[in-house]
């Protein structure tokens, strides 16, 4: 049995263990054993187990992980995500739509302490569902807003996306960040055209709520100050090269406990709380990586990443088709993949093919990030939905995947933005010495 057979086979029981409900970490890094034992010996599968698991666990680069985690954790309990809803609310529940465009704005908040998807969807969920509830929103376009506000939380810095990226590529995480940005800015734009073109055709989907005065508009700042300290201080400490991203992360966790404690809101038990919520979060993704890592040298040795690349790199197709061609296979993976699994994955796979065609490799990184944000809303896997269902237990799951729909319309016009005109994701790392 040739080598690229045994790797094709390998991929082929990825996808199937992927539909057992296994841990994703753990099916690849079952299968890189197993596919790794087979192809060289048993012995040199532990020896690969042990050393992997040993580096992963002990890397420093990843240390910037938790620490982001634990920032977005202590925000959560210390009631910022509440008060950035709130000042959101205040300043757009007026309009149609309103509690949905505040929902965009309040996750779009909350991405900038929060590096993770998954943990913005859940937070805002637990926040804003109950308010459109009670104000008879449709539960599709309310869950639907969630499942991809929540989305944002890997585009706009800090990203656990972006970090694992920069170190897989060896790219400046900072310049990453600053990449992050301006897209995370026009999506959120695309969102909001998202929500009030929707409401514009159908106003029995979100009733306007009563109207504030201009006082409380601008008493409601009051509710994005915290926020606003911790992006600046944080981005701007790594922007201007005052100390690393994990060092950033470090800072900005050590802040938000100090900016929690200033306003008395944050209690033991929410600090305990903080700690398991991201023990289990990082440990999860930490599982992902040294999966992906095992997995990926049993890809290598069997050379399908390799040929893959070769493959598409040799199509006789202008760049940007090439480039095209590994967007729809993203999606395509998305749909059955976890995002951090797939960026693992893949990411070595066709990092090489877009440095030969001359794109990139900050600009390509927003891409993934974009293609990956799609993938945590669309069917089957689609996690965020599952995460928005998990708080939302009486909004059906298929609901909430036709409210995501027009959102992913609203993604991929950002990734057309971004091919027609790179200069969105290069313009702010070019200021970055």
Same mark, same amino acid.
């Given at each position: ?27 690849? *890094? ?18 690969? $187990? ?16 938790? $620490? ?13 995500? @509440? ?13 149609? &739509? ?48 969630? *499942? *991809?506000?929540?989305? =944002?939380? +890997? ?6 996306? /972006? ?12 310049? =990453? ?45 009051? !509710? ?26 470090? #800072? &900005? ?10 306003? @008395? ?26 999966? *992906? ?7 290598? +040795?069997?050379?399908?990443? /390799? ?19 590994? +967007? ?18 893949? #990411? ?5 093919? #877009?440095?030969?065609? !001359? ?7 927003? +891409? ?42 609203? =993604? ?6 971004? $091919? ?5 994701? =290069? ?7």
């Amino acid at each position: 049995m040739s080598m690229t057979t045994i790797g094709i086979i390998g991929i082929l029981l990825l996808v199937v263990g992927l539909f057992s409900r296994m841990p994703v970490g753990f099916v690849m *890094a079952i299968l890189g054993l197993a596919g790794f034992s087979y192809v060289v010996n048993f012995e040199a599968g532990l020896n690969l $187990l042990a050393r992997d698991i040993w580096d992963t666990f002990s890397s420093y680069g990843l240390t910037v992980i938790p $620490l982001f985690v634990f920032m977005g954790q202590v925000a959560y309990q210390s009631g910022i995500s @509440r008060r950035l809803y709130h000042a959101a609310y205040v300043m757009l529940g007026n309009r149609p &739509g309103g509690l949905a465009l505040a929902t965009i704005g309040a996750c779009a908040g909350f991405s900038t302490i929060s590096g993770s998807t998954n943990a913005t969807a859940a937070t805002m969920a637990t926040v804003t569902i109950p308010e459109m509830q009670r104000r008879r929103y449709d539960m599709g376009l309310a869950a639907g807003t969630v *499942a *991809a506000g929540g989305s =944002l939380g +890997i585009l706009i810095p800090p990203s656990v996306i /972006f970090i694992v990226y920069g170190i897989i590529t060896e790219q400046s995480i900072g310049k =990453l960040f600053a990449a992050g940005i301006l897209p995370g800015i026009l999506l959120c734009a695309l969102f909001f055209l998202t929500i009030l073109l929707r409401v514009r055709l159908n106003p029995a989907l979100a009733p306007p709520g009563p109207k504030t005065s201009l006082k409380r508009k601008m008493r409601s700042f009051a !509710g994005i100050i915290e926020t606003l300290i911790l992006f600046v201080l944080v981005m701007g400490g790594i922007f201007l090269g005052f100390f690393t991203p994990t060092e950033a992360a470090a #800072v &900005g966790a050590f802040l938000t406990i100090v900016l929690a404690l200033l306003r @008395r809101r944050l209690s033991w038990q929410g600090f305990v709380q903080s700690l398991r919520d991201t023990t289990r979060i990082s440990c999860m993704v930490m599982m992902i990586v040294t999966g *992906a890592v095992i997995f990926g040298k049993f890809m290598a +040795i069997t050379r399908v990443p /390799f040929e893959l690349a070769g493959w598409v790199g040799s199509l006789p197709l202008p760049p940007y088709a090439i480039m095209g061609l590994i +967007i729809l296979i993203y999606l395509f993976g998305g749909c059955f993949m976890d995002s951090l699994a797939m960026v693992m994955l893949t #990411v070595p796979i066709f990092y090489p093919v #877009v440095q030969a065609l !001359g794109f990139d490799p900050i600009w390509f990184g927003v +891409i993934i990030v974009l293609v990956t944000e799609m993938g945590v809303i669309t069917p089957p896997v689609g996690i965020n939905v599952y995460v928005v269902h998990g708080i939302a237990k009486d909004v059906p799951l298929e609901t909430i995947f036709r409210g995501v729909f027009p959102y992913l319309l609203a =993604l991929l016009a950002c990734c057309i933005f971004l $091919l027609l005109f790179p200069q969105l994701a =290069l313009f702010l790392p070019g200021l970055i010495q």
